[in-house]
């Protein structure tokens, strides 16, 4: 298709020319995009696509990308057909600024430009290279960094044929993209020139790091010790050392790290014993003083020098390890020829050996920590198992006594007098304490050892309290103390292990009907703040003296408001904080009002809502997706992936209220058959709640009742298998319009 | 004929509980302290329901109910798992293990001949 800057084609082709043009285009950015978001890809490459590219969508015959260099630009690559000599030419002589080439004009005013027929342009002077590249029509842009022409990017057509305005975008745009990827050579450039340099100062401080991490923190002694000796005999100029350390207990000197000598010295010198007093290093050594032999063949040798001479050594400094003015080790270097050593070779030894004393006073440290760490830990393992197992072995025999107990207090085999009875109560409430004492003291063991696992689900705080309450109502009733519950309508459920949270609850209410006085009140109170979910046990009981506030919590320690007869087993307050603190709750005493009695209080953390790809945080949009069929909240989660809110699943009827009056939901996609209570209900009762009542309701089911839904309320009714689009459609999710947004309502 | 229950369990005291307060009930019941005597008396005195303590001396719970399974037990008999391990995931195991119900210790003499009443006419714990 011939184009010119004269429209002569329809404007119907022309049309669909921009828009084939358009599509090659985005194409063409999308594949630069993905050439330079590739882990590890050449910069060349990424340039290489998109001159190459360019030649292509210009129409053009060629395309060359020429890098600015001191003001003058030089050919780097090329696309498409560029002969051979004008390539060796541009790349030897870089273009300068000038209106006599079109990169030199390009250059100076930093536009894109074309000549339309180099031949036809009087200004135009490098005719020399039209005839190398025989080109007629030129375009070139400028890539602008910073405000800087760092480069330009051309493409021509051997024939006379001008670029149209759509080339001329394009060419601007690869020009830019260019500029970009140069960019990023740039800063890996520096990047590395950076860690090169960093890399030598690295090489540079090695050997006194290495020996100073590993005398910090090795826990191999004769690895570090290895390291030093190694290092000194490199640093003195010798031919090998060793290092010794002295044992207190055996009183003599033993080998611990040796350079510069063959395994079999080694292991001869790590034999011996040196002792402290009669060999010549261990000698000098208690004398804290050098001890410097010229010559080991004219000296009298102990078992240790004899050892040296005969493998071949001739000369040795020594050197004690001293650390806090006791008497470490000592540590020498050898040579295999005879004669003095240089002057400052004792002061850099001393280095080392300063050293060598600070790693050896270390490991003897660490030694003795690991050794009591080691001994608790199996001390700590043989408490829990006593525990555990002392709790195995007193509770079977303590059910047979609660058991015959209760078997004869029924009456069962007989009747029983009053006295009788009242033994039997006896036993069977010592009993009963016996076994709660005997499981609080399993569950703080296991709290801490680490090992109670919290099995957290959602729960709803108003049945865990009902449940609680049932428990105490009988002997509340039989001391005539009146029980009240008022749970704040927000406050829905919350996040926690059901079975610990009951037995924190209870014991919290239990105590309080323990030490309030006949005729008295005790109140549960539950309500939302900031989030946290606040349960609050008051009684009106004898109330707790400020001094014994945290006390109570200790175990063992039931505080100056328990009496004499009153049972309990001193570990209710202290385990049940613990557990609160598993939760990530906190578990406190009011301080004294003036009413008396007491209050105790406990915040459970914000409900972590099971969300899509994380846990939903306050504040965030969420539509509660509600079905009992695992892969189906899948599938519909996945749908909702692409889009700006998060998928909160309930997977029956009464957790779908709570949750629909907790989290607050943009909308409920709703599922008809659900365990505990159906669809139909749960909409039903959503609608009637002026809480949830505005919430659109989406019914997705298999079952084809239409009609009853839209009746019912549901702002849409879907049959399984949904789609996606009819799914986000339903919940107008494309146009993220009224139904998505929290203050503004329902799905039209 | 009133139903006979076989109970195995190895500490006599909590097996005598359990044995007095079935029999009060009116049930037959045959009681044994290990799995090898459980088996043996469910094979000359066949039960309509098992009562089996899971940690036992020599052959475990979960052994005794496969030997019990495998042919010395009449079909469609419950064995019910009854331990002290109060945990959820213990209570799963027993019942992917085949057990038809779970009863937790301690149990309670007020409540035990309700829920036997329950295993035996299928009910489940």
Known sequence: MEEGPTTGTSSGAHTHRRLVDAQEQAAATREILEALGRAGAEPGEVLDTIIDRAARMCRADAAQLYLGEDGTFRLSRVAGFVPEEFRRHQQEHPMAMGRDSLLGRVALDRTTQQIA???????????????????RSLLSAPMILDGEVIGILSVWRTQARPFDEGEVDLISTFASQAAIVLRQVELVAALEARSQELAANVRQLEVLREIGDAVSSSLDLEEVLGEIVSGAVRLTGADGGSIMEYDTAADCFLVRATAGGTEDLTARLRELRIARS????????????????????????????DVLHADGWRSLLAVPLVRRDQLVGALVIRRRSSGGFAAETPELLQTFANQSGLAIVNARLYGELDTKRAELEVASRHKSEFLASMSHELRTPLNAVIGFSEVLLDRLFGDLNQRQEEYLRDIWASGKHLL??????????????????????????????????????????????ELGLEVADDVGIVWADELRLKQVVLNLVSNAVKFTPDGGRVEVHAERDDGDVLVRVTDTGVGVPPEDRERIFESFQQGRRSTPQEEGTGLGLTLSRRIVALFGGTLWLEPQSDAGGSTFTLRL????????????????????????????????????????????????GLEALALART?????VVLDIRLPRMDGWEVLTRLKADPVTRSIPV??????????RGLRLGASAYLLKPVRREDLLEALDVPGLGAGLDPVGGGVS | MSPRVLVVEDNALNLKLVRDVLQHAGYDVAAATTGELGLASAASEPPDLVLLDLQLPGIDGHETLRRLRDGVLADGVPVVAVTALAMAEDRDRARSAGFDGYLEKPISPRSLPGQVERFLAGGGS
């Not at chain 1, 027929?117 to 005719?127: C, F, I, Q, T």
């Not at chain 1, 050892?449 to 009902?466: F, I, N």
């Open chain 1, 698 to 707: 989406v019914v997705v089911s298999i079952v084809d009742e239409r009609q």
């Open chain 1, 117 to 135: 027929d180099v031949l036809a342009d009087p200004d135009y002077g490098r005719h020399d290279l039209q005839h190398l590249a025989g080109y």
């Open chain 1, 278 to 305: 009669t060999s010549p290093v261990g000698r000098s050594a208690v004398e804290r003083s050098t001890l410097e032999i010229t010559d080991l063949a004219a000296v009298p040798r102990d078992e240790h020098l």
């Open chain 1, 605 to 652: 953390p914000l409900p972590r809502i099971e969300a899509a790809g994380g846990s939903g945080a306050a504040g965030e949009r969420t539509v509660l997706l509600v079905d009992d069929d695992r892969a189906s909240l899948d599938l519909m989660t996945a749908y909702l992936s692409a889009t700006p809110v998060r998928a909160l699943h309930a997977r029956d």
């Open chain 1, 436 to 481: 709660e004492l005997l499981n609080e003291i399993l569950d703080l063991s296991k709290v801490e050892a680490g090992r109670m696992v919290l099995e957290p689900s959602l729960v709803s705080v108003q049945a865990c309290l009902d449940y609680v309450l049932s428990l105490v109502r009988e002997r509340a009733a039989s001391h005539g103390i």
């Open chain 1, 663 to 667: 989290a607050s939901p943009v909308a």
